[in-house]
């Protein structure tokens, strides 16, 4: 437990010293450039101190602009600790192979005991390339060591802005920060996507469903659906009309996500069930704090999932 303690208060004095980041400009790189235009540098930058000491509201809509590196921190983009996953430093071969591939990540954060005493970070390449398909034959049967596998994390505080985190990312080279609270406790989790997603918007690789995909049926009145999928066409296919109901005006409703926002009045979390009012049932799959990703329709009728 001792070692716990003490790892917490490193991590929360890590935080607090990214909190205050140094200007270098030897080390400028493509991110430093794009960024130091927008660093307060004093109490006499007028109109820009006043704009960065505005409140800010977790609802307010944001879009996606450079300036977002300024104004918007960390806590308006990290995964909550609810939502984060991980893996205990006891994990097995077996069970971290299975983490990588329900979840899809290339990388997970490593704790001993509770997520509140992380102890690094375990990437797919590095099991890969030491026990999976470039290991040679006669390792097959290695002995399995996390802890040689372990790479350092950020920790960063809440408050700091997104543009100092990532230019601390590119800097150090890490993809990966952990939000740590004033009591070194784990708050959230942000990777380096979370952030130039909000300069220049969604970004999805080869591994994200084709937009054509829009659903797929898993059993007869239930399916599972991104939350993009056009509400007209998911209509066409079920038969089912989700945009009738009193209250729901369809001339602001294009995606089966805005359905599920407007009905809820707000960002509804994972594993989240919302009613419609005609009976089909919204429960939200994959998303986060800003919006929903996939979502599983149960028509009326359909049996539980």
């Known amino acids: 437990m001792g070692e716990s303690s003490e790892e917490s208060s490193t ?9 205050q980041p140094e200007d270098d400009p030897a080390e400028a790189g493509f991110f430093e450039r794009v960024i130091r235009p927008f660093r307060r540098h004093g109490p006499d930058d007028g109109a820009e101190a006043d704009m960065n000491s505005a409140p800010r509201h977790a609802n307010q809509a944001q879009s996606h602009d450079i300036l977002n590196l300024r104004r918007m921190r960390v806590e308006d983009v990290a995964i909550p600790k609810a939502d984060i ?30 997520l509140d005493s992380p102890v690094g970070m375990v990437h797919l390449k590095d099991f890969a390339l030491r026990h999976g398909f470039c290991a040679p034959q006669d390792d097959a049967q290695q002995e399995f060591a996390l802890s040689e596998m372990l790479r350092p994390l950020l920790y960063v505080p809440p408050s700091m802005s997104i543009g100092v985190l990532l230019q601390k990312m590119q ?19 942000v990777t380096i996507e979370d952030l130039i997603e909000q300069v220049i918007g969604e970004i999805e690789d080869e591994h994200d ?24 066409e998911f209509e ?24 599920v926002f407007m009905l809820s009045g707000r ?15 919204f429960e939200v799959v994959d998303g986060d704090l800003r919006r929903i990703k996939r979502l599983r329709v149960r028509l009326s009728g359909s049996a539980d999932g």
Do not use: C
């Not at 800097?171 to 989790?189: F, N, P, Q, T």
């Not at 898993?218 to 509400?231: I, N, R, W």
């Not at 066409?236 to 359905?259: N, Q, R």
């Open 236 to 259: 066409a296919e079920t038969g089912v009309s989700l945009t009738d109901a009193e209250d729901i005006d369809p001339e602001e409703i294009d995606t089966l996500g805005g359905l």
């Open 267 to 281: 960002v509804p979390v994972r594993g989240e069930v919302v009613q419609h009012p005609s009976g089909p049932e």
């Open 171 to 189: 800097s150090e080279r890490k993809h990966m920060a952990l939000v740590i609270d004033e009591y070194g406790g784990v708050d959230g989790l």
């Open 85 to 114: 996953v991980a893996v205990p430093d006891t994990v097995t071969r077996e069970g971290l192979v299975e983490q990588f591939r329900d979840t899809g990540f290339s990388r997970l954060p490593v704790y001993s005991e509770t």
């Open 11 to 19: 991590a929360a004095h890590s935080a607090r010293q990214y909190s």
């Open 209 to 232: 469903t084709e937009d054509e995909d829009y659903w797929t049926l898993e059993q007869p009145g239930q399916y599972l659906a991104l939350a993009k999928t056009p509400v007209e």
